[in-house]
T-cell receptor
């Protein structure tokens, strides 16, 4: 089944404890992206990647890192999480050259930083 | 990318058509209009997209005005499962996606 898989789905952590949210897609998509969602603010893009080893900042990259060493994986790294990073996170992917322009989203990862 | 404006919320009766407006007055000639929806806190789901012609698929219809400054997503027979936040996005082409802004969307509530 074609899908975007995020882990963990739920996480409670404490300030300063490094964590990684993994994202994996099995559709051989070139483009991948991370979003965070907060009440009343819609989806805000954190980082995106056009292909392996190519990443760029979205609108709210502060406090986050990403890497794209393989096509299928695009982990989101919080080196020193803070309470303002408590949010619902979504990973998305799409193929380059798609006629529909459809973005495929994961089910989300709800992160709480105490 | 052109900015979009949507009403924050709207209600619709079950079985009736839901018409969701979106203003994109600064849209340029090569920008497409896309619609996504998000049910509760699930990942957003693609609905439809178009450039200047009206489009229809199994989920919805998209009507784009002749000057392309606004569009309407039509859910022809709304069901309770259509309750969701609907996002209107404009984007150049289907290929060159990098930054992609979603905005706050319209919360649609379908009532029995």
């Amino acid at each position: 089944e074609a899908q975007v898989t995020q882990n963990p789905r739920y996480l409670i952590t404490v300030t300063g404890k490094k964590l990684t949210v993994t994202c994996s897609q099995n559709m051989n998509h070139e483009y991948m992206s991370w979003y965070r969602q907060d009440p009343g603010l819609g989806l805000r893009q954190i980082y995106y990647s056009m292909n392996v080893e190519v990443t760029d900042k979205g609108d709210v990259p502060e406090g986050y890192k990403v890497s794209r060493k393989e096509k299928r994986n695009f982990p989101l790294i919080l080196e020193s999480p803070s309470p303002n990073q408590t949010s619902l996170y979504f990973c998305a992917s799409r193929p380059y050259g798609s006629n529909t322009g459809e973005l495929f989203f994961g089910e989300g990862s709800r992160l709480t930083v105490l | 990318d052109a900015k979009t404006t949507q009403p924050p919320s709207m209600d619709c009766a079950e079985g009736r058509a839901a018409n969701l407006p979106c203003n994109h007055s600064t849209i340029s000639g090569n920008e497409y209009v896309y619609w996504y929806r998000q049910i509760h806190s699930q990942g957003p789901q693609y609905i439809i997209h178009g450039l200047k012609n009206n489009e229809t698929n199994e989920m919805a219809s998209l009507i784009i005005t002749e000057d392309r400054k606004s569009s309407t997503l039509i859910l022809p027979h709304a069901t309770l499962r259509d309750t969701a936040v609907y996002y209107c996005i404009v984007r150049v082409s289907t290929d060159s996606w990098g930054k992609l802004q979603f905005g706050a969307g319209t919360q649609v509530v379908v009532t029995p």
